[in-house]
């Protein structure tokens, strides 16, 4: 991993990112993307943000459990953030806590792929990718 002068006004450092998707019913397989994960090692940073348009995922399906799936990004939430909320997983440190997070898995709440780019600022970074991909 190549890093640029962390730490300077400007410089950029890799960062990883995934996209956290609801998907209704898998046997459809339909999905719609609701939040972003972003972890920057060389800044030890670790944050998640999302958005949830209740309209378009009860058009995928009308009996979604939205309550559900609010559950399961405050648990997302709760496991970037390693506090006392995230259980066990508080004593990971944050890249450990991105692997977990972004681990493929089958249920209503699932990460997509991982991507990488470079970033002077990973909170921009976030928001910029949840309007791009989410909003």
Not at 60 to 76: C, F, I, K, Y
Request: proline share 5%; aromatic share 4%.
């Amino acid at each position: 991993m190549s890093t640029q002068n962390v730490g300077g006004r400007g410089e950029r450092t890799v960062f990883e990112y995934a996209a956290l998707r609801v998907v209704p019913r898998l046997e459809r397989g339909e999905a719609m993307n609701v939040g972003v994960v972003v972890y920057c090692r060389a800044l030890d940073y670790l944050a998640c943000r999302t958005h949830l348009d209740e309209a378009r995922l009860r058009a995928l399906d009308a009996a979604l459990d939205l309550a559900g799936v609010r559950t399961a990004l405050t648990g997302v939430d709760a496991i970037c953030c390693g506090g006392e909320r995230a259980g066990q997983a508080a004593a990971e440190p944050p890249g450990a806590r991105f692997r977990w997070l972004t681990a493929p898995r089958s249920t209503i709440v699932q990460p997509g792929p991982v991507h990488a780019g470079l970033t002077a600022d990973p909170a921009a970074e976030l928001d910029r990718l949840l309007d791009l991909l989410v909003r």
